[in-house]
């Protein structure tokens, strides 16, 4: 069956989507989420090719062993991520894609590609796996990246086989109610004791959701649960002058300015003039009665005095690998250094932009201590006109994601 546009089969643009979003992901650094933002050439393909890319990082430990095992030969990287994507398909997709569509798709784009050799190696190799298919384990070595598992080892021991299953949950969609807007019809309320005053719903049908006028109306945002344990850090009088210094896309920023009222402001600041585009969209599809300004500028040249400065800065993403599987197969002990050493740096501007009395809230999306915990104490200890008012760490389940939350108040 074909997609509306160009007359080509929904199955080969998803295949070809997919297979490209692998290439940026391998050789541009692009994370799945942005590739289907901003990069995916078929937009209509978007659920399918989002499917399939979380499907294969969730199992990419077992296909990388498949295609290792049954390949007498190293594969070439282009070749490898139509294999990959084929065998994702074979093995998790079957209801979507029979195996032998797969595999014909594949073959079929292995030679246009790589020529009449490549599709014969690609046919042997696939129908090969399809005749002895895997016994599909969910142990956490079977599943976890080596990095993470070696380091998630050392940090909780006794955590790794929920972490495992954690991994492998596909996340349910859901969507909080903005300001005052009534329940979705047919939406299961969520309640955890972080979420404060805001209300989650879990959306059993999404594509129904996404088409009512109430989401049309701006009424609902697709958000985690999560996202609202740092907002229920800390409370808003709605007079308050704000900084959000890394807002894009504006999700935890619609949170405070919701809160705030016409006498509030908030500005939200980050480096992305793409990613700020979804700020405004965000911010002009909602009925914000305070003030708002959002600017594209790096958190080093943001000036100015505010009562509180929102910092969620960017991480290792370990909290959310539910909606980003690829997350972890970015972890490394260099890039954890890495990120630490970026968030020390924004902290130490935000730090400049709070005014005495005021607060500055530090937010993650990850589990790493060093991220988290140790980043706020060290951040205390070098700047002693700051107090720790509260924090809070959430570990991923099935049905939330992972976050840490500081807040911290400058003394006057």
């Known amino acids: 069956m074909g997609l509306p546009g160009d007359g080509t089969p929904a199955a080969v643009k998803i295949l070809d989507a997919s297979v490209e979003g692998l290439e940026r ?4 650094g692009t994370g799945i989420d942005d590739f289907l933002e901003y990069q995916l050439k078929y937009p209509e393909t978007r659920r399918s090719v ?12 077992m296909i990388d ?15 490898r991520r139509i294999l990959e994507v084929a065998v994702t398909q074979m093995l998790f997709c079957r209801e979507a894609v029979p195996v032998e569509v797969a595999v014909s ?21 696939l129908r090969r796996i399809s005749a002895e298919p895997p016994e599909i ?16 080892k050392k940090l909780m021991p006794r955590r790794m086989k929920d972490m495992a299953a954690v991994f492998l949950t596909k996340p349910d969609f859901c969507a909080r109610a903005c300001v005052d807007a009534a329940a979705p019809e047919g939406a299961r309320p969520l309640e955890f004791d972080f979420c404060g005053k ?14 009512s006028p109430e989401f049309s109306a701006g009424d609902f945002y697709i958000q985690d649960p999560a996202t609202a ?19 894009a896309p504006g999700g935890k920023g619609l949170m405070i300015a919701e809160r705030l009222n016409r006498n509030g402001a908030i500005t939200l600041f980050d480096r992305s003039e793409a990613r700020q585009n979804l700020t405004r969209e965000n911010f002009s ?33 370990t909290g959310v690998f539910r909606r980003r599987p690829d997350a972890l197969w970015r972890f490394s002990p260099s890039r954890l250094l890495e990120l630490t050493g970026l968030q020390k740096t924004i902290l130490g501007h935000a730090a400049a932009l709070v005014r005495p009395g005021g607060r500055l809230v530090y937010s993650t999306c990850s589990i790493e201590p060093d991220e988290n915990g140790a980043q706020t104490a060290g951040f205390i200890a070098s700047h002693q006109e700051f107090t720790l008012l509260s924090q809070r760490q959430l570990l991923p389940t099935a049905e939330f994601d992972g976050a840490y939350a500081a807040v911290m108040r400058k003394n006057k």
Request: aromatic residues 12%.
């Open 50 to 61: 989002a499917a399939v890319l979380s499907i294969f990082f969730r199992r990419k430990q």
């Open 285 to 317: 599809r909602r009925r914000i009665e305070a003030q708002y300004r959002i600017e594209v500028c790096e958190a080093a040249n943001v000036s100015g005095e505010f009562d509180l400065v929102f910092c969620d800065v960017p991480c290792s993403n």
């Open 105 to 125: 798709l594949a073959v079929d784009k292995m030679t246009r590609e790589a020529g009449v050799g490549a599709g014969k190696f690609a046919n042997a190799l």
């Open 198 to 211: 805001f209300r989650f719903y879990r959306i059993d049908n999404p594509r129904e959701f996404l088409a």
């Open 25 to 28: 992901w391998e050789e541009k």
């Open 137 to 152: 384990s969910d142990a956490p070595e079977a599943v976890l990246p080596p990095e993470v598992r070696k380091h998630w």
């Open 65 to 79: 062993f498949l295609l290792r095992k049954f390949s007498r030969q190293g594969i070439q990287p282009y070749k």
């Open 229 to 247: 344990m740092a907002l229920s850090l800390f409370e808003l009088s709605g007079n308050e002058k704000v900084c959000d210094l890394c807002a």
